[in-house]
Nanobody, 128 residues
Framework: QVQLVESGGGLVQAGGSLRLSCATT????????MGWFRQTPGTEREFVAA????????NYADSVKGRFTISRDNAKKMAYLQMNSLKPEDTAVYFCAADPRPPSYFRASSSPAEYDYWGQGTQVTVSS
């Protein structure tokens, strides 16, 4: 069983930055694609960013391209989401997720259905 724990959320002013971290357990972290998703009350979980198991491939939602950067450290079994130029519309609970069967070593899915393991989420609030 894989466990994921997010940290790094908080309250920040518009234009500011936050770095989210995702700590994982399990011996096979390097075989998982990792993703970040976000959700606000009453809405569906929304794709933010994903990174392939080798970190060769990344993809981003259009709404965060150029502002957010996903990364991973396989030795530490960690995934990260650097968020810059934050906007009030980025306010949400952010979840990290692990896909144990990624499509390839250089691709990562943007579909929540492909991810088997989820963290509990961390709140990000951006004030205007």
């Amino acid at each position: 069983q894989v466990q994921l724990v997010e940290s790094g959320g908080g309250l920040v002013q518009a234009g500011g930055s936050l770095r989210l971290s995702c700590a994982t357990t399990g011996e096979t972290f390097s075989s998982y694609a990792m993703g970040w998703f976000r959700q606000t009350p009453g809405t569906e979980r929304e794709f933010v960013a994903a990174i392939s198991r080798t970190a060769v491939g990344t993809n981003y939602a259009d709404s965060v391209k150029g502002r957010f950067t996903i990364s991973r450290d396989n030795a530490k079994k960690m995934a990260y989401l650097q968020m810059n130029s934050l906007k009030p519309e980025d306010t949400a609970v952010y979840f990290c997720a692990a896909d144990p069967r990624p499509p390839s070593y250089f691709r990562a899915s943007s579909s929540p259905a492909e991810y088997d393991y989820w963290g509990q989420g961390t709140q990000v609030t951006v004030s205007s």
